[in-house]
């Protein structure tokens, strides 16, 4: 079974700062999720990578399959980026995704 | 918007009861997941429909039973239900069926209390 680890627990910033969130598993996969859950509920697919590293406007995520270690960046950050950010992967034998506890982002202005 | 749409948005019920969730998935997406999210588990996976054969299952009770129909809409069947069923059910839909390697499309998500 694929134990998904993420990294802070609770992120608190300022506006501008520059984010990283981190996330570990424990089993060998083919791609990793990060997902974005706005306040009200809703989840969003930010990225899907299998190796190197993804851009999108002001967020990037990498991931280093060999070290099992996926990163979340967030550039000059902005109090609307506010959510709690969730990895997931393979779970292992049941092919569906094992999902990291989240991390809660709050950007004060 | 994903393009994937759930009904109802809440849902309030009693222990013991029946309840029903339906999802439909994008257009031309095949695969269907259905996904729990409650506040000690966090986000678990439960179980995926491909072009209406079931696909894979994970934490999914065996009160719990699911179906994906003809038109690929899919529902999510949950009896004699605990107070512990409270939470919040997502569906997500697909193109394929490789799920953990493909982009999903999650739906807004059915908020169930029961009672």
């Known amino acids: 079974k694929n134990e998904v680890e993420q990294s802070p627990q609770n992120l608190t910033a300022q506006e501008g700062e520059f984010i990283t969130i981190n996330c570990s598993y424990s089993?060998?996969?083919?791609?990793l999720h990060w997902l974005q859950q706005h306040p009200g509920g809703g989840i969003v697919s930010l990225f899907m990578l299998s190796s190197g590293k993804k851009k999108h406007g002001r967020l990037i995520a990498t991931i280093n399959i060999q070290e099992k270690h996926s990163s979340l960046h967030i550039t000059a950050s902005h109090p609307r980026d506010s959510a709690v950010y969730i990895c997931?992967?393979?779970?292992?034998?049941?092919?569906?995704?094992?999902f990291g506890k989240g991390t809660h982002l709050i950007i004060q202005p | 918007d994903s393009g994937v749409t759930q009904t109802p948005k809440h849902l309030i019920t009693a222990t013991g009861q029946r309840v029903t969730l339906r999802c439909s998935p994008r257009?031309?997406?095949?695969?269907v997941y259905w996904y729990q999210q409650s506040l000690d588990q966090g986000l678990q996976f439960l179980i995926q429909y491909y072009n209406g054969e079931e696909r894979a299952k994970g934490n999914i009770l065996e009160r719990f039973s699911a179906q994906q129909f003809p038109d690929l809409h899919s529902e999510l069947n949950l009896s004699s239900l605990e107070l512990g069923d409270s939470a919040l059910y997502f569906c997500?839909?697909?193109?394929?069926?490789?799920?953990?390697?493909?982009?999903?499309?999650f739906g807004p998500g059915t908020r169930l209390l029961v009672l």
């Open positions: 997500a839909s697909s193109v394929g069926l490789m799920g953990y390697q493909e982009t999903q499309y």
């Open positions: 257009s031309g997406d095949l695969s």
């Open positions: 997931a992967a393979r779970g292992g034998g049941a092919d569906g995704l094992t």
């Open positions: 089993v060998g996969i083919s791609a």
